[in-house]
């Protein structure tokens, strides 16, 4: 992975205008005097369903300013601009994760403690390094400080774009107690909604000994929530649960369901409320897959998002032993595969919104940026065709949150791109073949990770 700061990215941009990257010479010239203006050429780009034929694309101050496909006087356009030859490569639109957690891993240890705005760069910047632009970081996460905070948000030199629910609501960190009645619950809300957040999180039922939440209490902390301009994205495992808070209005459920086979009444309720299902498929594989499969182990995709604390404890066989065998990952494997049950009925009943994330971040072996492609697989091997898979991760994802500024390749919006070597419609893995990421007009990101 290249791990960029602003020196170094300008120092890339111009290696990479000067054509001085291997192996591909012939990269690029120069139409003009330079300036802000880019253009990506001889580039195939995801527009709707399709992979175009080799285009262009102009990119000014951080945004798409034009689309051009082949018969597109494209010399006139790009006048003036700096030109990157793409030599017939893919692009796709960055990322958006609806489900992780930004700064709290540090080695093996997860939590609070861990954040610090170095921690919470790092872990940002691994993010966008794998393609995803904007993460959202759905609770336990400390507030930044303001200017840590507006670095995080909204500059690509610090990694992907952040945006976060704060602590959360009712999380399972015992941080704040549960309301008895309605009224507390609202207080809690309206306490939340204080805090520089974008979104609320909450947790109704949770591990341990806590009893679940009254539907009284969580209905009114939705109802609340919404008066104050906010979507409700709620942590769930039971059908149960799913189905009290599709009907209690929540806007998203931020997990799959996992303990039985859902129904033909809950997939009629997620349409009928337009409710976003965020999977989250590889949250519980995580657990067991670097025990069960050591050979990962090998593969640089994976390689580079870890720390060597994480490489050593991956490469223990006698971690590996005591995970494979452990009633948490025996737990897990059905969890994943109730998970991808459900999420192939709810594909084929169609007419469901996804969200898209893998909840990484929130333990050590769920990894930012493999989480991510290895989700996509999933989505694709429950039964969406590439094309949806990625249309969920990226037009979709953006769209859960309300955000009209990114997740497609067309004029006006943010130049947020990946180059791919590889078409991801023939395969999904081919979205881990990362030539480079782009993040507002800038490269932020040179190679597969
Ligand atoms: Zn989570």
């Keep these: 992975m290249t791990k960029l700061t602003r020196r170094n990215v300008n120092t890339l941009i111009g290696t990479l205008i000067a054509g001085g990257i291997a192996p591909n010479s012939a990269y690029t010239r120069n139409y003009g005097s330079g300036g802000t203006r880019l253009a990506m050429t001889n580039i195939r780009m995801l527009i709707g369903q399709e992979m175009s034929g080799p285009g262009a694309i102009l990119i000014e101050n951080g945004t798409i300013s034009a689309v051009l496909n082949e018969t597109d006087n494209t010399a006139a356009a790009l006048q003036n601009a700096q030109i990157v030859d793409y030599q017939g490569r893919y692009l796709i639109p960055a990322f958006t994760s609806n489900h992780a957690h930004v700064g709290l891993i540090k080695g093996t240890t997860g939590g609070r403690h861990n954040f610090t705005p170095e921690n919470a760069y790092a872990a940002l910047r691994q993010f966008q390094a794998y393609g995803i632009g904007t993460v959202v970081s759905l609770g336990m996460t400390p507030t930044p400080e303001p200017k840590t905070r507006e670095h995080m948000r909204n500059n690509p030199q610090y990694g992907a774009s952040f945006m976060t629910a704060g602590a959360g609501i009712f999380a399972p960190d015992g941080l704040s107690p549960r309301p008895q009645i309605p009224?507390?619950?609202?207080?809690?809300?309206?306490?939340?909604?204080?805090?520089?957040?974008?979104?609320?999180?909450?947790?109704?039922d949770t591990f341990g000994p806590i009893q679940?939440?009254?539907?009284?209490?969580?209905r009114a902390a939705?109802?609340?929530?919404?008066?104050?301009?906010?979507?409700?994205?709620?942590?769930v495992y039971t059908l149960d649960h799913a189905k009290k808070l599709v009907a209690a209005g929540a806007d998203i459920l931020a997990h799959g369901v996992r303990d039985v086979e859902i129904d033909q009444e809950f997939i009629d309720a997620l349409r009928e409320k337009g409710t976003w299902y965020i999977p989250t498929v590889h949250m519980d594989e995580a657990t067991y897959i670097f025990a069960d499969q050591p050979s990962l182990l090998e593969n640089p995709f994976l390689q580079s998002a870890l720390s060597p604390e994480l490489k050593d404890q991956f490469s223990s066989a006698e971690w590996r032993e005591k995970t494979a065998t452990s009633e948490r990952a025996q737990k897990?494997?059905?969890?994943?595969?109730?998970?991808?049950?459900?999420?192939?009925?709810?594909?084929?009943?169609?007419?469901?919104?996804?969200?898209?994330?893998a909840d990484a971040g929130a333990f050590p072996e769920r990894i930012p940026g493999f989480a991510e492609h290895r989700e996509l697989?999933?989505?694709?091997?429950?039964?969406?065709?590439?094309?949806?898979?990625?249309?969920?991760?990226?037009?979709?994802?953006?769209?859960?949150?309300?955000?009209?500024?990114?997740?497609?390749?067309?004029?006006?919006?943010?130049?947020?791109?990946?180059?791919?070597?590889?078409?991801?419609?023939?395969?999904?893995?081919?979205?881990r073949k990362i030539h480079a990421v782009w993040q507002q007009g800038e490269l932020v990101s040179l190679g597969t990770p």
């Design 183 to 204: 009224e507390e619950a609202r207080q809690v809300v309206r306490q939340m909604a204080q805090q520089p957040i974008d979104i609320i999180k909450l947790w109704i």
């Design 332 to 357: 897990a494997r059905q969890d994943v595969e109730m998970n991808l049950r459900n999420l192939s009925k709810l594909i084929e009943a169609g007419g469901v919104k996804f969200g898209f994330g």
């Design 222 to 235: 939705i109802d609340e929530a919404h008066q104050l301009g906010f979507a409700v994205a709620a942590h």
């Design 212 to 218: 679940p939440m009254s539907e009284d209490c969580f």
């Design 377 to 431: 697989e999933h989505l694709v091997n429950a039964g969406l065709p590439p094309v949806q898979a990625i249309g969920v991760a990226t037009e979709q994802a953006a769209a859960l949150l309300k955000l009209t500024d990114r997740g497609k390749i067309a004029e006006g919006q943010r130049a947020d791109l990946i180059v791919l070597d590889a078409n991801p419609l023939d395969d999904i893995t081919n979205t």
